[in-house]
């Protein structure tokens, strides 16, 4: 009977101890605003191309019930769909950094892709990164992004871009994205 009772510990141990524990998140230093896609942040732009879908959902999620998802079912479409969140008053002298868990289904074509930009008060663009075109992912994977330089004076606002490309069919959600400033 106490091999038993040995064995079953064992089992929920490692049934338990080896999947992913989200409370032991703990918030990045530096970090200037998160958003978990629980509700829509306050400041933000959406653009969807045709036969594109970007909407707020419960299908899935990284770390509570809710993402973002951006979805389509045209790998022929020519025009793109994103989701942009602005920010204004940027830390100067701080690199910017970008975190977001990313997840796919069905991914077919061009993929996916994150980028952010900084712009000064006349609208020119000081310094813009992206993360190049990703294909599908293997359940929720982290990923990231820098600028090269610190947040110089004279920064307006830093845009923030989660992107699902031309010629793509499928969906992409993105949940827990960090902005950090380091």
Known sequence: MKKLNILSIICVFILFGCSEDLSDYSEPEGLYVGYSFESRPDEFYIYRGANYDVEWTQEDSFDGTGSLKIASDNEEGQIFAYWTLRLY????????????????????GDGWTISMGTRSQDES??????LGD????DGWEEYGLSLINPIPEGIDYMDFYLLLLEETSGTVYFDKMEVIAE
């Open 89 to 108: 008053d940027l830390p100067v002298d701080k690199t910017i950094k970008i975190r977001v868990r990313v997840k796919t289904k069905d991914l077919n």
């Open 125 to 130: 663009i000081v310094e813009f990164t992206g």
């Open 134 to 137: 990703k294909g599908a992912t």
